[in-house]
């Protein structure tokens, strides 16, 4: 006997109920995504049968044992577009898209055309920023092999490998070309950190975790772009990280520090302006 749109949905909830807080919701998504169409569907086909209902109920277990929906759809809907991502590679955050918005008002401003990434990740921001700007060149950053490929993937199903070029390197050691600003959201949780079991299950350790601190890395940015003599850097950071960024580059010396919030109103991250 088949399994209706319906009665595969009910059976879902019940699985995703210990796990998630909205069941329903998730079981909606991945029946969505399983069916390869959108959730309105299922409302008005609730009595069509579910094809490859086996396919469907090994997602819901992979959902229930707490891997994010975007591991298993191997995508993510980010600003304005979709990513591809798979386990090896951050899931990016929609906070994130402040600090893209951020820097797309300097680049705006300043006219920049060359800027770099710190910790590419998926690539989220160096390809939301090339496809805003098609006259910007982007060096972007990863020290891991899984995150590099993936953004190889998204760089390219864009069309934008003319502006973004991926450099396997520590923060920015390898790039020695003039820049003008770096952008970073760099790992910049401290280490005995609990973090709820999807992400510290399954997002990996190297983009979560700064140091013992939290903050190490993120220091360490600022040390080198001020050495390469970058005028601006822009970073997402940890929601408790304002008092200690700030004591550390009122040692180092810089020209403007400005901190942001994010939506939630928590402090997210800074604009530092060297020169
Ligand atoms: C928080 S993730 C950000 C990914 C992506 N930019 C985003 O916003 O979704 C941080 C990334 O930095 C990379 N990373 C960690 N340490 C690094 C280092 N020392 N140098 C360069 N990249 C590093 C990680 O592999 C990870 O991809």
Known sequence: MKTSIQEALSWAKEELTESCERPMFEAELLLAYH??????????????????????????????????????????SFYDIHLEVE????????????????????????????????????????VVLARKFPELKIIATDICDAPLKVAHKNIDTFGLTEQ???????????????IELVVSNPPYIAEDCLLEPNVVDYEPKEALFGGRVGDEL????????????????ACEMGYDQ??????????????????????????????????
């Open 35 to 76: 069916l390869g169409k959108d959730r309105i569907y299922l409302i008005t086909h609730e009595s069509d049968k579910v094809e490859h209902f086996e396919v469907f109920q090994k997602f819901i277990k992979r959902r229930a044992a707490n891997e994010p929906y975007e591991y298993i759809a191997g995508k993510v």
């Open 87 to 126: 386990k090896g590679v951050l899931i990016p955050r929609p906070e994130t898209e402040i600090l893209i918005d951020l820097v797309s008002g300097i680049i705006e401003k300043e006219k920049i055309t060359h800027i770099a990434e710190i910790g590419v990740g998926s690539g989220a921001i160096s």
């Open 164 to 178: 973004v070029e991926l450099r396997k390197s520590n923060l920015i050691d390898e790039i020695n070309e003039p």
């Open 218 to 233: 993120l220091k360490q940015i600022i040390l080198d772009v001020k050495e390469k003599g970058i005028k601006y850097l």
């Open 242 to 275: 304002k008092e200690p960024i700030k004591a550390f580059v009122n040692e180092v010396g810089v020209k403007s520090i400005k901190f942001y919030k994010d939506l939630a109103g928590f402090d997210r991250g800074f604009v530092i302006q060297f020169l």
